[in-house]
């Protein structure tokens, strides 16, 4: 089964960045349109942004031109660039594969990301 481990998370000023990482275990992952996802408190979790297998990506309107997603497939590895990070950034992101089934790989913990003064 596959596990997602995310990382990279904390406690950034407004304006400032940070670089999330999400390590899956299985080579399954390469196959997968994956994507980071967020959930703040109070809220349903969001899809923010994803990258298909050919490594187009799209993004939600709220961190469009901020947010960059990558992956490595040799890593199975995806990640996310935020920049110009706001407070409404704030909440746990996970990553997972963007399905419209609900199958989803087991979540993994999430890493918190806090913006704040």
């Known amino acids: 089964q596959v596990q997602l481990v995310e990382s990279g998370g904390g406690l950034v000023q407004p304006g400032g960045s940070l670089r999330l990482s999400c390590a899956a275990s299985?080579?399954?992952?390469?196959?997968?349109?994956m994507g980071w996802y967020r959930q703040a408190p109070g809220k349903e979790r969001e899809l923010v942004a994803f990258?298909?297998?050919?490594?187009?990506?799209n993004y939600a309107d709220s961190v469009k031109g901020r947010f960059t997603i990558s992956r490595d497939n040799t890593k199975t590895t995806v990640n996310l660039q935020m920049n110009s990070l706001k407070p409404e950034d704030t909440a746990v992101y996970y990553c997972?594969?963007?399905?419209?089934?609900?199958?989803?790989?087991?979540w993994g913990q999430g890493t918190q990301v806090t913006v704040s003064s």
């Open positions: 299985d080579i399954i992952f390469v196959v997968n349109t």
């Open positions: 990258i298909n297998t050919d490594g187009i990506t």
């Open positions: 997972n594969r963007v399905t419209s089934g609900g199958h989803y790989f087991p």
